[in-house]
């Protein structure tokens, strides 16, 4: 088995074979929290103007968006999995935009498969391309606007490296660690866009089964629920 760390935005375009795009903080374990809610369809979009072209011909749709952690105007949520922890999304088709994920997403163009990486599935993620026999797999932390490092997506992609290698590290102590580092955000009193729930709910650990695969459909990519 060949495993690659690519990070950041140049690192998606890298990205060959198994490509497993990680943003712990938050996107895609807001997602995670969105298919536990039942949603229907997730559409992932890098470009702002898209995502709201998308909202405007589509007034049912359901639109999460930030930019500097900040939710995006005519939002109807951030993207906090805090606000959308208690919200049933069944039938729902969510348009996806943020600073990060969905901006490797869009670039992880020439991997033969694209799936969506945090810590609250990350063993599922394991599960998955192990049992399907991928021999070339791309980790992708995305880290800051997709453009500097994140303790939360180093470590992850550092502990499915190693479950995919037969280990299983104890990794609560670097958890705790990342309040100290780039989660501090979380507990900062003058950035209330950013709840302090959202650290808890983003870092726990294998909380689902299921993994989210990213396709290209009609142009569009659209993230699906594939059960573990």
Not at 56 to 62: A, D, L, S, T, V
Not at 96 to 107: F, R, V
Not at 147 to 154: G, K, L, P, V, Y
């Amino acid at each position: 088995m060949i495993i690659n760390t690519f990070p950041l935005l140049e690192g998606a375009k890298k990205a060959r074979g198994a490509a497993v795009v990680i943003d712990v903080f938050r996107a895609f374990s807001v997602e995670c929290y969105l298919y536990r809610n039942n949603v229907d369809t997730v559409i992932p979009v890098a470009d702002m103007d898209i995502a709201y072209g998308l909202k405007k011909r589509h007034p049912g749709y359901i639109l999460i968006g930030e930019r500097g952690g900040k939710t995006l105007p005519g939002c109807d949520f951030g993207n906090s999995p805090t606000e959308i922890e208690n919200i049933d999304f069944t039938g729902k088709t969510v348009v996806h935009t943020t600073s990060a994920g969905t901006q490797g997403l869009d670039n992880a163009s020439g991997a033969d498969i694209v799936l969506t990486g945090s810590l609250v599935n990350s063993k599922a993620i394991v599960r998955f391309l192990l049992k399907n026999g991928f021999r070339e797999i791309s980790l992708i932390p995305m880290g800051l606007a997709a453009t500097s490092e994140a303790s939360e997506d180093t470590l992850c992609a550092s502990y499915i490296e190693r479950l995919l290698r037969g280990e299983d590290p104890d990794i609560s102590a670097d958890i705790e660690r990342l309040k100290d580092t780039t989660g501090r955000r979380f507990f900062d009193p003058e950035k209330e866009f950013l709840p302090e729930r959202d650290f808890e709910l983003c870092t726990r650990l294998n909380a689902f089964d299921f993994v989210i695969k990213a396709e290209r459909i009609d142009g569009l990519l659209k993230t699906a629920r594939v059960d573990a």
